[in-house]
């Protein structure tokens, strides 16, 4: 067998995966490990495939990806704290011809956005949402989240979430699958190449969903948050294998094709 | 036309592409009007019932993000739930027109008229530092003129808007000519005029960012700075009000909106009685016409303000007069409008015999 | 017998040491290495030429750091 050293490997014929270019070159302000900076890499990937970067219009929440317009690289708008299903709605109805989604997290999509989750689904607006759950507000520095399981610690709950006077989680995304108004809606992670495989095809079927007018996708990606969850990136998906994927089971909830 | 749906007829004609609302009394007729109208088979334009005050605030600020021409209309509890939308549509500098029909309060309050919402229309509303342009009609022709020319001041300064209106005008039927149908704008013409809208990341220019955040201290500054500048601008441009027999006048009225249709028949009365009385009514609340007020004030020897509040436009009064004459407040709340002779009695007690 | 080559490259100073990229690895090419970059992190480094070129770690990692090449030799 000839050698080969690698200078002449790395070539860009032999070139099979780099980032993105619809990532931007800025460091991603997510901590190490977190599953953020994956999601947002796979939805960039999606539309850099599709060819729709110029046609695409994305919503940021507030939360720790208030500043993903700093990441993606196209047209963004950041909405108050869950307001960007709302946001996104109006977009859609002045452009229906544009593809437009909106990426937020637990406490802003399942708490203080909880209105404008369930009307825009149930209207079955013709966007795509992006759901990140990590069970915990991870900006705010580890508070108890809508999602955050019964018993998990967070800084608000440090002796656990006690479901008698916190209440329970909410599982969203089981709620939006009744609506009428949503076409797809999938639960996924990150945490694994068999996983990101698995997620980048289910926010690809969601954008497809889109071009063809068929309403509502959803994809939520049960992620960690090692900081938030005082654990190091290993351990926190391990911990994420063991408790959230028994209460959040990763696969397709709806599919109406 | 009722007032309502006066400013519904012309914001379509204004070439408005979205409307987003929430029904309250006393201005449900704005979406009713609009949805019977079906303005999407007229000019295309669409009309979303949002499930909240708070959802409809913020499909406007999606959609004006978009350099569209997008109007809310609420009556002031919603307007209360939009303050947050409000804040972030003047923090990341876009155009847009929000009516508040006002109402009676605090709390619930009653759906009756009322001007109490003149603080929260002009000095924020919400958090941070920022202001609207705020445009008070008095005449259902107002309530038609001011949709276009509110859509010409919010893009003019990519700002937003407030047509601090009342249920009486709202509800109010006069005769009102309309202006000819406008287009709506083209994308060519989004994109030349509001080259800062989110319309897709062509390759010819960088990525367009709609947003209110830095979290870098120096730069929130000097964007403060920049909207105060903007501010100021406008106070220079657009202040705006209608002077009617200030010219002789001894004493001095000023009323806006109900208020100085009322004061204007006040003003006749106090006249007949050999009494010189000018109205000074402000077209525009915020900027508010603190240079011809000052003017009039080395001039009359009392100044009466009529509000439909417990006296809150009085202060902007009494700042652009100092102490140089008495300035007295009369208003009624609680959705009772006053009548012409109340005015013309407080005008004798607490101005010109006290 | 054919034969993949793979190798990659490590932007060692946005890597943030998180090790998720570690066990996607099915040869175990890479370590975090002792030294750290101009943030203070222990970055990822490859630590033998077993690399094939599968790109798992590209895909996983959460900061789009890793590149992947790869060639079928004869």
């Known amino acids: ?257 | ?354 | 017998m054919a034969k993949v080559k793979g190798d990659i490259v490590i932007d060692i100073e946005k890597c943030k040491g998180c090790e998720v990229c570690i066990p996607a690895c099915p040869n175990d090419v890479i370590a975090l290495s002792k030294n750290v970059n101009g943030k203070g992190y222990n970055y990822a480094e490859t630590i033998n030429d077993e690399c094939i070129g599968c790109a798992n770690c590209a895909i996983v990692c959460p900061d789009g750091v890793i590149t992947v090449y790869r060639k079928r030799m004869e």
Not at chain 1, 157 to 178: F, W
Not at chain 2, 167 to 189: C, H, N, S, W, Y
Not at chain 2, 325 to 350: L, N, Q, Y
Request: proline share 5%; aromatic share 8%; glycine share 10%.
């Open chain 1, 1 to 257: 067998m000839a050698e080969i050293t690698k200078e002449e490997l790395r070539q860009p014929e032999n070139l099979i995966y780099k980032k993105t270019d619809l990532l931007t070159d800025k460091a991603l302000s997510y901590c190490p490990g977190c599953g953020h900076g994956t999601a947002h890499r796979i939805v960039m990937e999606v539309l850099d495939e599709m060819g729709i970067q110029d046609q695409t219009i994305g919503i940021a929440p507030v939360g720790c990806s208030v500043l993903a317009y700093e990441f993606m690289n196209i047209d963004m708008q950041q909405a108050a704290h869950g307001r960007a299903p709302a946001v996104a709605t109006a977009v859609k109805r002045l452009y229906p011809e544009k593809f437009v989604f909106t990426y937020q997290g637990d406490g802003d999509l399942a708490a203080i956005g909880t209105a404008e989750t369930i009307h825009a689904c149930n209207r079955g607006e013709n966007i795509v949402i992006i759901f990140i759950n990590n069970g915990i507000y991870g900006m705010t520095g580890g508070q108890m989240a809508p999602t955050t399981l019964p018993g998990m610690k967070s800084s608000t709950s440090p002796y656990g979430r006690d479901v008698a006077t916190m209440g329970n989680p909410l599982k969203i995304t089981e709620l939006i699958a009744q609506l009428p108004g949503t076409i797809y809606v999938t639960r996924q992670a990150v945490h694994t190449p068999a996983n990101v495989r698995k997620t980048k095809k289910a926010v690809r079927k969601a954008f497809e969903n889109q071009k063809l007018n068929k309403g509502l996708s959803f994809v939520e990606i049960v992620s960690n948050c090692n900081s938030g969850w005082k654990m190091t990136p290993r351990q926190s998906n391990e911990w994420m294998v063991d408790n959230m994927f028994p209460f959040y089971p990763l696969g397709d909830i709806k599919v109406n094709d």
């Open chain 2, 1 to 354: 036309m009722k007032g309502n749906e006066a400013f519904a007829e012309a914001a379509i004609r204004a070439g408005a592409d979205g409307y987003f609302g929430y029904p309250i009394t006393p201005q449900s007729e704005v979406m009713e009007y609009l949805m019977a109208e079906k303005p999407h088979e007229r000019t295309g334009m669409i009309v979303l019932q949002a499930e909240s005050e708070i959802a409809a605030i913020n499909m406007v600020y999606g959609g004006a993000a978009c350099g569209k021409r997008v109007l809310t209309s609420s009556s002031s509890p919603g307007v209360s739930l939009k303050q947050e939308g409000i804040s972030y549509i003047a923090g990341a500098e876009l155009p847009c027109v929000i009516l508040n029909v006002a109402r009676g309060g605090p709390g619930l309050g009653t759906i009756q008229p009322a001007q109490s919402d003149y603080f929260q229309s002009t000095k924020g509303g919400g958090h941070g530092d920022y202001k609207m342009l705020v445009l008070a009609p008095s005449s259902v022709q107002e309530m038609a003129d001011f949709a276009g020319l509110g859509f010409e001041l919010a893009f003019k300064y990519r700002n937003p808007v407030l047509i601090l209106s009342d249920g009486a005008i709202g509800q109010m039927m006069e005769k009102v000519e309309l202006d000819e149908q406008r287009p709506r704008f083209t994308d060519e013409e989004i994109k030349n005029n509001t080259p800062w809208a989110t319309t897709g990341k062509t390759k010819d220019r960088e990525r367009n960012i709609i947003t209110s955040l830095d979290l870098d201290s120096y730069k929130q500054e000097l964007h403060n700075l920049d909207l105060q500048a903007k501010y100021r601008e406008m106070e220079k441009n657009e202040t705006r009000y209608e002077a009617i027999s200030c010219d002789d006048a001894e004493y001095l009225i000023v009323a806006y909106g109900t208020s100085a249709r009322l004061s204007q028949k006040a003003v006749d009365l106090l006249r007949a009685e050999g009494i010189k009385v000018g109205l000074l009514r402000p077209i525009t609340l915020f900027p508010f016409p603190t240079a011809v007020i000052a003017k009039l004030a080395d001039q009359v020897k009392g100044i009466l303000t009529v509000e439909m509040s417990a006296g809150q436009m009085i202060e902007d009064v009494r700042l652009a007069v100092g102490c140089r004459v008495k300035v007295e407040h009369f208003g009624r709340m609680g959705g009772i409008i006053p009548s012409p002779t109340e005015i013309v009695d407080a005008m004798h007690k607490k101005i010109i015999g006290g």
